[in-house]
């Protein structure tokens, strides 16, 4: 019996000692449950007091002002944290200049969020960090070199954005020159954004096989190449490269077969090479080409291109252009005021457009063009009225029979129109007019002899104006 009673004490005291065991390590293990907000050096040393090993929310270490920041310097107190379910945002803090504290989390399953920081010189506090669950976002922290610490991600599900493209300067990151610790990383779920930076290249992107968002490479003065994306097969939205001072050609990206959404070049100075393009073959919105003031040719660069939504080429320097000799599928096609465009030739397998516009290209002396092209919605080809300019050589549209909507030619120094010989039908209003020594109309005999105009027939302002009586009678030349 004594042996019985013996066991039991022994029993009540083992239960005793692993209570309050378990009861010490829960105190010591504890985890906060709600949202935390962090304005101020005394508000993260009470709350890192307690020692807290996660928090059940957000924890963000902000002044919430927009005139001023925090006084917050050191973050070593929260070093018993190890995991946030929520965003952890570190932002509007002037005078902290690293993350030493935040040394032991793993996990964020939200957002990581880092802005407004202006001494912050590293992050590499961050290397224990494996989990990302939303975005990486970088932004305006003027004097972080580099993203080391960030080494342990190899995954984003929703966007990573170094920078934002609002314009030069803003909201950057004006020191960052490297980005190699991203070298791990092979997915990115959303948009790749990098702007502002002062990098040379895209080096520790060479995983990143897809982008599922948009790509913005915008405002990096010093960026040269795009060395780093040279694996990119497929871009799901937008792809925008702008304000690249310093990039000359786009050759890394001759991997990329298609873009679900626009292209936007623009307002990279020294670009004078898009043969990177020359192996895709869809891209699913406009291609848009605009003020690369180095850009003198386009030639072969989309050779693969078979369709686009619409392709908008103007305000450049571009001298030639003859390219896009395999697109098929294609909505909308504008050259506009491309002060010193010659030459536009190729389209040729191009047989039915929506606008088709060539306006105020003041140079332009060859059309040689769009020679299977049928029906076009709008049809329109003019020049600056206020240049004394050459006629225009157009060996084109010898296919053209239909323009659904309106035609208008205007300002060009032709004599004669006959490259509208086959036309038959114009759906709403012709207009031709201030074309300074067009004297022969005999283009439009097909035309109106046959009844194929549905609307006005403007003709004026050209050196010899025939009615569509006229024309009918067989005078459609002085």
């Known amino acids: 019996m004594k042996y019985f009673n013996n066991l039991l004490y022994l029993s ?104 407004y920081n202006p001494q912050l010189n590293n992050i590499e506090a961050l290397n224990s960090l494996n989990h990302i669950g939303e975005n990486l976002i970088i932004s305006e922290c003027n004097n972080l070199t580099t993203l080391n610490g960030l080494d342990g991600i190899n995954n984003i599900p929703g966007n990573l954005s170094i920078g934002v493209d609002v314009g030069g300067g803003a909201l950057s990151n004006l020191s960052l020159t490297n980005i190699n610790s991203l070298s791990n990383l092979n997915s990115i779920g959303g948009n790749l954004q990098i702007s502002g930076s002062k990098l040379s290249n895209l080096q520790g992107l060479e995983n990143i096989l897809n982008i599922n968002g948009n790509l913005t490479i915008s405002f990096n003065d010093e960026l040269s190449t795009l060395d780093g994306i040279n694996n990119l097969v497929n871009i799901e939205n937008e792809f925008i490269i702008s304000h690249n001072q310093s990039l000359i050609n786009l050759n890394e990206l001759n991997s990329i077969n298609s873009v679900g959404g626009n292209i936007n070049i623009s307002s990279n100075d020294l670009l004078e090479d898009l043969s990177g393009f020359s192996n895709i073959e869809t891209i699913g919105g406009f291609l848009s080409i605009s003020y690369n003031n180095s850009l003198t040719e386009i030639m072969n660069d989309f050779s693969n291109l078979s369709s686009s939504d619409g392709i908008f080429i103007d305000n450049g320097v571009i001298q030639i252009l003859d390219d896009f000799s395999n697109l098929t599928n294609c909505n909308y096609i504008f050259i506009e005021e491309n002060e010193s465009l010659l030459e536009i030739v190729g389209f040729n397998t191009l047989q039915s457009i929506d606008n088709l516009i060539i306006d105020d290209n003041e140079k332009l002396n060859t059309i040689e063009a769009f020679q299977s092209l049928i029906t076009a919605e709008i049809f329109e080809i003019t020049q600056p009225l206020t240049i004394s300019d050459s006629p225009i050589t157009i060996n084109s549209f010898s296919n053209l029979s239909t323009i659904n909507l309106s035609l208008r030619i205007e300002g060009i120094a032709n004599s004669e129109i006959d490259f509208l010989s086959n036309v038959e039908f114009v759906g709403t209003d012709l207009n031709i007019f201030y074309n300074e020594n067009l004297y022969n109309l005999c283009g439009l005999n097909n035309l109106i002899i046959n009844n194929g105009l549905l609307g006005d027939f403007n003709v004026f302002h050209n050196l010899y104006n025939p009615t569509i009586q006229d024309i009918q009678n067989g005078d459609c030349s002085l």
């Open 12 to 115: 009540i005291a083992l239960l005793f000692i692993f209570s309050c065991s378990s009861e010490d390590s829960n105190e010591s293990q504890q985890i906060y449950n709600g949202d935390v907000l962090l304005e101020n050096q005394a508000e993260v040393n009470e709350f890192g007091s307690n020692n807290y090993v996660g928090v059940n929310g957000n924890l963000r270490i902000i002044l919430e002002d927009v005139v001023n920041s925090s006084n917050i310097t050191d973050l070593n107190i929260l070093s018993s944290i190890t995991y946030v379910s929520g965003d952890l945002t570190v932002a509007n803090n002037g005078l902290l200049a690293n993350f030493d504290g935040l040394d032991n989390i793993t996990e964020v399953d939200g957002s990581l969020k880092i802005s």
